[in-house]
């Protein structure tokens, strides 16, 4: 995943495990971060941004907090298993829990309170979300997978005020 956020440019490098950070009128690299749960390489999936922070989602299971001054990382917490893509509303980060690569696939969307770095109550959708986008009045357009055979994918939206999933079935 790549973002612009400010004068730089945010880059989720997957099989590397880095956030590579660029400027984004020169391309000059500044700083690559590794992105690791311990000493295990953690796979950075997904990229938001707001309020002087860059959050990565990890696809071990956790996401991060990227500093945007100092440009090291901050608190961690973990989500569901495999998270994909990710997109702030309310001050509110929701990520899309797949679990691709899990046993069986994740159906949940983690909601994390950005003030105080705190994962709420997972609204559940179809299995394996990919997908997750925000239009202008706050509500989540998710696309989930299903599971290739007898779940086909699906397109929801979610009431980010209510937390209710519905399918639209028209597309």
Do not use: C, W
């Not at 956020?5 to 099989?15: E, P």
């Not at 690559?32 to 390489?41: A, F, N």
């Not at 925000?134 to 937390?163: C, E, F, H, W």
Request: proline residues 4%.
């Amino acid at each position: 995943d790549i973002i612009k956020y400010g004068s730089r440019l945010y880059i989720a490098v997957y099989k590397s495990s880095l956030v590579e950070v660029v400027n984004a009128q020169t391309g000059v690299s500044i700083k690559s971060i590794p992105m690791l749960t311990g000493t295990t390489p953690a796979m950075p999936r997904s990229l938001a941004a707001a309020n002087g922070k860059v959050y990565v989602t990890l696809y071990d299971g956790h996401v991060t907090e990227l500093d945007t001054v100092s440009l090291s990382t901050g608190r961690t917490v973990a989500v569901g298993s495999n998270p994909e893509q990710s997109v702030i509303v309310n001050n509110k980060l929701y990520v899309a829990n797949s679990g691709g690569m899990a046993v069986k696939n994740d159906s949940t969307i983690s909601v994390i309170n950005l003030d105080n770095f705190t994962v709420g109550t997972p609204i559940k959708v179809v299995i394996n979300p990919t997908v997750i986008k925000a239009d202008k009045y706050g509500d989540l357009y998710v696309i989930s997978m299903g599971n290739y055979y007898d779940i086909p994918y699906t397109l929801q939206r979610i009431n980010t005020t209510t937390n209710v999933v519905t399918k639209i079935t028209d597309v």
